[in-house]
């Protein structure tokens, strides 16, 4: 994935040094502690950087949200910027379940969530020319989620070729 190497580029140098990190000690063991959320694509690739590596009793810790913990922080999110009125999605856009299919994009990433609100709210006032219409529609929806279906579909198709031709799946050389 291009954009994880360019980001791995940045993000190693800020790694290799101990400010954006704090060296714990539990018990008389080091613990290895971000002050910042690294997302888990770096994560192998941050075990190797050599000051981490020599730390034979250094550990690290994966936070992980589950899908109960990310609807409660959609809820809260969305009730305090509305002032209490709103605390789903689905109550102020075209389609229904907006709030599960925000979830199924976001995985289980608080940060992936809210980049896909702030898709979704700015393709809305992007679009929407009657300022007193908070109402989400199907299509600016739909344009804000374009690149996450995109990825899904990619994906698909990925899993697809890797599990080969069989009875129900077969390749075709030509479109003809």
């Not at 690290?60 to 899908?67: A, D, G, I, K, N």
């Not at 700015?122 to 009657?130: F, K």
């Amino acid at each position: 994935d291009p954009d994880t190497e360019v980001a791995w580029i940045v993000l190693r140098p800020l790694l290799e040094t101990l400010s954006l990190l704090e060296i714990a000690d539990d018990n008389n063991k080091n613990i290895v502690v971000f002050k910042f959320f690294l997302d888990q694509r770096f994560s192998e690739q941050a075990l190797l950087i050599p000051w981490i590596q020599q730390r034979q009793t250094a550990k690290v810790f994966y936070l992980e949200w589950s899908e109960a913990k990310l609807r409660q922080l959609l809820e809260t999110r969305l009730s305090q910027s509305s002032n209490g009125r709103y605390t789903r999605l689905d109550a102020f856009s075209e389609v229904e379940g907006l709030d599960d299919q925000v979830l199924k994009y976001a995985g289980d990433k608080p940060r992936e969530m809210i980049s896909i609100c702030n898709r979704i709210f700015s393709q809305h006032c992007n679009s929407n020319l009657d300022l007193d219409d908070p109402f989400i529609r199907k299509e600016q929806i739909f344009e804000a989620l374009a690149p996450y279906r995109k990825q899904e579909q990619e994906s698909e198709n990925e899993r697809l070729i890797a599990q080969g031709e069989g009875p129900k799946l077969e390749f075709k050389s030509t479109m003809r």
